[in-house]
């Protein structure tokens, strides 16, 4: 049977603010088990919650940058379960009046453009984390994350493979990096995805059962835990079976997902407006305050690059994924004027030095002004392309300027004519054969040439003006 695959996302993204959305706790990770808390975060009697209003305008820039419609009025609502990392037995959430609806995001897929859309974009306070322990039969509850403020972004049923589910989450990473309102940090749960995917025989209109999948913390984990749901789904079906509505975990070392509960709905949550807290209100003015504080956002950027850089659709992707990668960039080419070289250099021997290390740009030892400094230093001829591989490497290591290593290194590049005719009459002189040989039509000998040239100099010697004397002085 042929099947399609229908796959929405649910992502949490935990905003960047210093404390928590209703009260004065720091959000700071990695803390002391239970130091960040206090009465209102745990939900003792009588306390009452005041809302962060950064929050608002956090959620504000990412409704905005993801086209959504922002409500002139929303509400905070109850979302009643039992659970030990929660505290009051509720989360403070948005269900029927959310802040923001109806937006979308443009994927590239397969060369063409796909817009994915967004239901709705709403605030929420994170729950606590329970830890469990490996060698006795109990689990410890850290309520620093209580109260920590979330995003929850809901994206419309419109993905349709385990690829493009990867490719959007990417896109909403990079937009909440960009706008500098998330961290992006899967690994400590400051961007968190959920998945539905349910899969039906392809040309039927109706969804068939979905399943909703969690724990999965990075973009290859939830490409591979809906391609492995996928096939679980069509097996099951395909073998007389029956998809069940339920909550599946990811479990990576299995590489497999896992039964955790049935699937809850909304009205399994008994939604109430929250009546410790009143509506928000939004007016015009606020959008357009918050609108003009909106960064160059990468999908601009990118297109920006390639008109006025003139560089490849790669390149542009490649250099803004990341917000200070793409700074780092267009600093050396503000000092350099050599966009595709600088391209080049980056994307190559940088990137590789940062993924070996395990660093990102922010940490780079070579600062933009080296780079271009030594690609200025190759265009005038002060150092060759090979030469400039070690200097790279050495500018990377020690954090040193490219003219500092060129000189403890002594590795000026030779482009003295006398000197090099003086060379190379003497190479022709003891190669007799060989010029022979080339005056006979045997081009490829040419490379022997240039290679005791290279050999002579210790590679030092200027490899055009070595290749223009040679032709001349070969040519008899």
């Known amino acids: 049977m042929d099947f399609e695959t229908v796959i929405g996302l649910e992502v949490h993204a935990q905003m960047l603010t210093d404390t928590k959305i209703f009260c004065g706790c720091s959000t700071k990770f990695g803390a002391t088990p239970n130091s960040h808390t206090c009465p209102v975060c745990l939900g003792m009697p009588g306390v009452l919650p005041v809302l962060n209003k950064k929050v608002?305008?956090?959620?504000?820039?990412?409704?905005?940058?993801?086209?959504?419609?922002i409500n002139k009025s929303c509400e905070f609502?109850?979302?009643?379960?039992?659970?030990?990392?929660?505290?009051?037995?509720?989360?403070?959430?948005?269900?029927?009046?959310?802040?923001?609806?109806h937006g979308h995001?443009?994927?590239?897929?397969?060369?063409?453009?796909?817009t994915i859309g967004i239901t709705r974009i709403h605030m929420e306070e994170d729950a606590g984390k329970l830890l469990h322990d490996e060698h006795n039969p109990v689990s410890y509850v850290d309520l620093n994350r209580t109260g920590v403020p979330l995003i929850e972004i809901v994206s419309e049923p419109d993905m349709r493979s385990p690829e493009e589910a990867a490719d959007y989450l990417k896109r909403l990473h990079e937009i909440l990096v960009y706008l500098e309102i998330c961290d992006g940090n899967m690994e400590e749960g400051s961007f968190r995805c959920d998945?539905?995917?349910?899969?039906?025989?392809?040309g039927q209109?109706?969804?068939?059962t979905r399943a909703e999948l969690k724990n999965m913390n990075s973009f290859r984990n939830v490409q591979r835990a809906l391609e492995y749901e996928i096939k679980r789904q069509q097996y099951l079906v395909e073998s007389g079976g029956t998809v069940v509505q339920e909550t599946?975990?990811?479990?990576?070392?299995?590489?497999?997902?896992?039964?955790?509960?049935?699937?809850?709905?909304?009205?399994?949550?008994?939604?109430?407006p929250d009546p410790d807290l009143v509506p928000i209100l939004v007016d015009e003015q606020w959008i357009e305050d918050v609108r003009n504080s909106l960064p160059e956002l990468p999908l601009a950027k990118r297109e920006r690059f390639i008109k006025e850089y003139q560089i490849p659709e790669y390149d542009a992707g490649v250099l803004t994924a990341d917000k200070a990668l793409a700074n780092y960039y267009e600093e050396v080419v503000k000092l350099c004027a050599q966009p595709k070289v600088a391209s080049n250099w980056i994307m190559g021997d940088l990137m590789r030095f940062l993924n070996e290390d395990k660093r990102d740009i922010c940490e780079c030892p070579m600062t933009a002004q080296s780079l271009a400094d030594m690609i200025k230093l190759i265009e005038e001829g002060t150092i060759s392309g090979k030469m400039a591989k070690e200097v790279v490497e050495d500018m990377y290591k020690t954090g040193k300027s490219p003219q500092n290593i060129i000189e403890e290194k002594g590795l000026v590049q030779i482009t003295d004519e006398g000197e090099l005719v003086k060379t190379i009459t003497a190479i022709i002189e003891g190669n007799p054969a060989q010029v022979t040989e080339y005056r006979g039509g045997k081009e490829k000998v040419f490379g022997f040439f240039v290679g005791q040239v290279m050999k002579a100099t210790q590679g030092k010697a200027n490899p055009k003006l070595v290749n223009d004397l040679l032709k001349k002085m070969l040519a008899g």
């Open 77 to 101: 609502a109850r979302k009643n379960y039992f659970y030990p990392d929660l505290p009051k037995g509720y989360q403070i959430s948005q269900y029927a009046y959310p802040l923001a609806e």
């Open 248 to 272: 599946r975990l990811w479990d990576d070392a299995q590489g497999a997902t896992n039964s955790m509960r049935s699937k809850e709905e909304a009205h399994d949550y008994r939604y109430f």
């Open 56 to 69: 608002v305008e956090f959620a504000m820039k990412m409704a905005l940058a993801t086209n959504c419609e």
């Open 205 to 208: 209109k109706e969804f068939g």
């Open 105 to 114: 995001v443009i994927l590239d897929v397969n060369g063409k453009q796909k």
């Open 195 to 202: 998945a539905n995917v349910s899969i039906r025989p392809r």
